[in-house]
Nanobody, 124 residues
Framework: QVQLVESGGGLVQAGGSLRLSCAAS????????MGWFRQPPGKEREFVAG????????FYADHVKGRFTTSRDDAKNTVYLTLNSLKPEDTAVYYC?????????????????WGQGTQVTVSS
């Protein structure tokens, strides 16, 4: 059974930082493209960041580039999303997802497995 479990969300003031974790079981994160998405209140789920299988190349949405960083710890079978310089508009439920397509994409339908999400709330 595949499980992706996110943790690390919480309430933080604007300008603060958080590190989200996504621990996988039933899948090996280094064999999948791993994506981070977020869903702000009342909005669609959107791509935030991704890390490719094996090589670990990273990609970011323009609105988080330079502030967010994704990484992978193969020994722990866990991926991370570090959120810096947080803004109130970063408030959302953050999800990790595993994709088995040939290429890493920003399209949510291209991801096969999803975590339950973790809430990030940024106060002004």
């Amino acid at each position: 059974q595949v499980q992706l479990v996110e943790s690390g969300g919480g309430l933080v003031q604007a300008g603060g930082s958080l590190r989200l974790s996504c621990a996988a079981s039933g899948r090996t994160v280094s064999n999948d493209h791993m994506g981070w998405f977020r869903q702000p209140p009342g909005k669609e789920r959107e791509f935030v960041a991704g890390i490719t299988r094996r090589t670990g190349s990273t990609f970011y949405a323009d609105h988080v580039k330079g502030r967010f960083t994704t990484s992978r710890d193969d020994a722990k079978n866990t991926v991370y999303l570090t959120l810096n310089s947080l803004k109130p508009e970063d408030t959302a439920v953050y999800y990790c997802a595993a994709g088995t397509k040939w290429l890493l994409t920003t399209t949510r339908d291209d991801y096969d497995y999803w975590g339950q999400g973790t809430q990030v709330t940024v106060s002004s």
